[in-house]
């Protein structure tokens, strides 16, 4: 069973930054496409960035600025680096993963990891 789990959420300051991480259990290259989606309180799930296997990123539009997708193959992680971090960013962030090979057709998500951003 593979599993995504997210970690480095927490409580910061509107203007700080923040790295949240998604370890999957077994190397990221069974995935083809992974990425981090949010949930705000109210809110849908939506989108943020999306990063391939040989680390071509794209975001949401409104994300480009003070988002980063990376991924560390080596450590089967991929990170969500934010910066000047605003109330509104404040959601629970989720790790999401499409499988390739054996794992064709699935599609995985970890538990999330809360960031509030408050003073």
């Known amino acids: 069973q593979v599993q995504l789990v997210e970690s480095g959420g927490g409580l910061v300051q509107p203007g700080g930054s923040l790295r949240v991480s998604c370890a999957a259990s077994?190397?990221?290259?069974?995935?083809?496409?992974m990425g981090w989606y949010r949930q705000a309180p109210g809110k849908e799930r939506e989108l943020v960035a999306t990063?391939?296997?040989?680390?071509?990123?794209e975001y949401v539009d409104s994300m480009k600025e003070r988002f980063t997708i990376s991924r560390e193959n080596a450590k089967n992680t991929i990170y969500l680096q934010i910066d000047n971090l605003k109330p509104e960013d404040t959601a629970v962030y989720y790790c999401?993963?499409?499988?390739?090979?054996?794992?064709?057709?699935?599609?995985?998500w970890g538990q999330g990891t809360q960031v509030t951003v408050s003073a």
């Open positions: 077994e190397t990221i290259r069974v995935f083809h496409l």
């Open positions: 999401n993963a499409h499988g390739i090979g054996r794992l064709r057709g699935m599609e995985y």
């Open positions: 990063i391939t296997p040989d680390g071509f990123a």
